[in-house]
Nanobody, 126 residues
Framework: QVQLVESGGGLVQAGESLTLSCAASGRTFSRNAMGWFRQAPGKEREFVAA????????YYADSVKDRFTISRDNAKNLVYLQMKSLKPEDTALYYC???????????????????WGQGTQVTVSS
């Protein structure tokens, strides 16, 4: 069992930065691939970024590539999402997710992840 709690969301202006954190509990965290997803009002939950358990493999959605950075600290059971040059279209509820199976390049749908947090709201004003 893995429990996930996101934090760090807030209201920022376009062009600013924000870093989200995801605290995980569960003794298998260091062996789980982790991902970030987001869901805007009226839209489906979409993939943002994912990182393998070792950090050796990282994948990003095209919409956030070169602006967002995913990282993890297995000693602290934390996963981060650094977001730079934020745009109004980045406004969404951001979710942290854990995947029990090894991370693959196609691990970009909600069905590829086994545990989810409650989400943290990010709002970017223009």
């Amino acid at each position: 069992q893995v429990q996930l709690v996101e934090s760090g969301g807030g209201l920022v202006q376009a062009g600013e930065s924000l870093t989200l954190s995801c605290a995980a509990s569960g003794r298998t965290f260091s062996r789980n691939a982790m991902g970030w997803f987001r869901q805007a009002p009226g839209k489906e939950r979409e993939f943002v970024a994912a990182i393998s358990w070792s950090g050796a493999r990282i994948y990003y959605a095209d919409s956030v590539k070169d602006r967002f950075t995913i990282s993890r600290d297995n000693a602290k059971n934390l996963v981060y999402l650094q977001m730079k040059s934020l745009k109004p279209e980045d406004t969404a509820l951001y979710y942290c997710a854990a995947r029990l199976a090894p991370l693959r390049p196609e691990s970009t749908t909600v069905y590829d992840y086994d545990y989810w947090g409650q989400g943290t709201q990010v709002t970017v004003s223009s």
